[in-house]
């Protein structure tokens, strides 16, 4: 099935409406508080170490390839900041998981007017549930970053392979952005983690167009204050208009 990945870059926008209704602010305050804090750590350590990134990674291009760096910057600077906010994203995910599930829940109530009990959940449930499920997701992304990893490492000695293998890393990002935030309303309904790759993978194109906007939106200082709860919201819309059925 051919899905638009612009259609999927929607949702994600469709969620800044959603965490301004009245219904589902206070559920947002929590995972808010805790994504503004972990990015501005985020952000400071981006700009301290940004430059002693890109002078190492730049340092072992040989003479011969140095008119390739004007193509190396940027992709060595997106891939930079792309893995300091992803690390930093899964941080901020993990401690504001067990608010994110009754997030995706208020959240679905308000688009469908249906009565849902999983926001009457137990805390301290709702903080076992969710936790297993980030070291599940967390598991599965490590598993992927090895391969990446060891290519990083292989580009220093072949430099003309690093843009395919910044490529794939923003390829990865955004994929791992997709998951992380469609496994929220997905697991509101007892949802594996297995079946929600399954269902994302069915509609490619629309998930990795979701993935690049939390992406892009991860990547701007500010904005990514908001991107947790405006994903969360986004992605259960999505859930609701694509795959409930």
Request: hydrophobic share 55%; no cysteine; proline share 5%.
């Amino acid at each position: 099935m051919i899905s638009n990945p612009f259609t999927g870059a929607t949702y994600f926008l469709n969620g800044l409406s959603l965490i301004n209704s009245t219904k589902i602010r206070r559920y947002v305050l929590m995972p808010l508080l805790i994504n503004i804090s972990i990015f501005s750590l985020g952000l400071w350590f981006a700009i301290n170490q940004f430059d002693v990134f890109i002078t190492w990674a730049l340092s072992d291009l040989p003479g011969w390839l140095s008119w390739l760096e004007w193509i190396m910057w940027p992709l060595f600077a997106l891939t930079f900041y792309g893995v300091v906010f992803f690390g930093f994203s899964i941080i901020a995910n993990i401690l504001a998981a067990p608010f994110n599930g009754p997030l995706a829940a208020a959240v679905e109530r308000h688009i469908t007017g249906e009565k849902n009990s999983d926001g009457n959940k137990p805390f301290s449930q709702e903080i076992k549930d969710s936790i297993l499920s980030e070291l599940i997701k967390l598991k599965y992304s490590l598993f992927l970053m090895m391969p990446l990893a060891f290519l990083s490492l292989l580009s220093f000695a072949f430099p003309l392979i690093s843009p395919l293998v910044a490529i794939l890393w923003i390829t990865y990002t955004i994929w791992i952005l997709t998951l992380e935030y469609a496994d929220f309303p997905m697991v509101n309904h007892d949802i594996n983690f297995h079946q929600i790759k399954a269902k994302l993978a069915k509609k490619r194109f629309l998930s990795l167009g979701f993935g690049s906007m939390v992406m892009l939106a991860t990547l701007i200082p500010i904005i990514n204050f908001l991107v947790m709860p405006v994903a969360v919201a986004g992605a259960t819309k999505m859930y609701i208009k694509e795959f409930r059925s």
